[in-house]
């Protein structure tokens, strides 16, 4: 979808693995919408990942940066200013891994170390990039954060793991930062509770076949694609959505208010 809601905007979009990201489709939409950018994601990533070949697409600079590094996350912000002219207006967090989960560890033998790590990717870098943001003066007035979670942090998913703590601690930045950057800059921090979706990290949890036919057979409007996620990002970024701050947005097809589907009553019988 084409429009021009984010003309003249400058963002950074952490997180575009491959062509199946999440975040991979959100820079498409929002350089489409009329925005400028740069891409990141961690070291790592780019040397089995994909973002050259989008950031070629779409003529943005990539700097790579791991988010669990204050110098890498300054040098992002600095370097992004630099490379798009001035501050910033809008950012998206799209990290997600689970040390435990990959490891095979079941929920009830974590690995705390692990755990540590899960929650420092995950969650602790959502807070140490609004810090660094909030150091370097780097976003305009107006602006718009945003990191992508999951209703794990609300009710229970056995087989996601730690990844449920990590979602719940990421959501509540989002809250408590959102505070501080609305009464001093103007500047929203929400995060959107994203479907089931077919990505590296979402196909990585036990089950997610069976989980992803389930929740799309459970929500009115079947599962939100990453496609459409992408447009709810650049609606999220753009002047229209300027009051909306210090929420967890569900795009989920109606999801998290169901109780009972019977699509999947029916399927119960047949199983009977
Ligand atoms: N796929 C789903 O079902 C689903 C559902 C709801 C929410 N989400 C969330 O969406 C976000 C994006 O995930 P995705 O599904 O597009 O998968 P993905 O695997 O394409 O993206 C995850 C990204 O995190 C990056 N990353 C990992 N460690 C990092 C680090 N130290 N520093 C910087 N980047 C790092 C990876 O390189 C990768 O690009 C995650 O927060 C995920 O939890 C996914």
């Known amino acids: 979808m084409s429009n021009n809601l984010l003309a003249g905007k400058k963002g950074i979009i952490f997180g575009a693995l491959d062509d199946q990201s999440i975040a991979w489709k959100v820079a498409e939409h929002c350089v489409a919408a009329g925005a400028k950018i740069t891409l990141t994601n961690a070291p790592v990533a780019f040397r089995f990942g994909k973002i050259n070949e989008l950031a070629e697409k779409l003529n943005a600079k990539t700097i790579p940066a791991d988010a669990t590094k204050m110098e890498d996350l300054e040098n992002l912000l600095t370097e992004s200013m630099e490379a798009l002219g001035g501050k910033i207006d809008f950012v998206l967090h799209s990290i997600g891994m689970s040390f435990n989960v990959r490891k095979n560890k079941a929920y009830t033998d974590s690995n705390y170390d692990y755990m540590h790590k899960t929650f420092d990717v995950s969650a602790m870098s959502f807070h140490r990039l609004m810090q660094s943001m909030w150091k370097l003066d780097a976003i305009n007035e107006g602006g718009s954060i945003m990191a992508l979670t999951y209703i794990a942090a ?31 800059k103007k500047v929203r921090v929400n995060t959107i509770s994203q479907s089931p979706t077919w990505t590296t990290a979402g196909s990585g949890v036990k ?11 459970m929500s009115p409007l079947g599962n939100a694609s990453a496609e459409s996620c992408a447009d709810y990002c650049v609606s999220m970024f753009s002047d229209l959505t300027r009051m909306v701050t210090m929420q967890n947005l569900y795009h989920d097809g109606g999801f998290s208010n169901m109780g009972m589907s019977p699509a999947l009553i029916d399927v119960a019988e047949d199983q009977a």
């Open 207 to 217: 089950g997610f076949k069976e989980f992803f036919n389930y929740a799309d057979k």
């Open 154 to 184: 609300q009710r229970t998913f056995p087989d996601y793991g730690e990844m449920a703590e990590s979602k719940a601690l990421l959501e509540s930045y989002a809250r408590s930062f959102g505070y501080h950057f609305g009464v001093s």
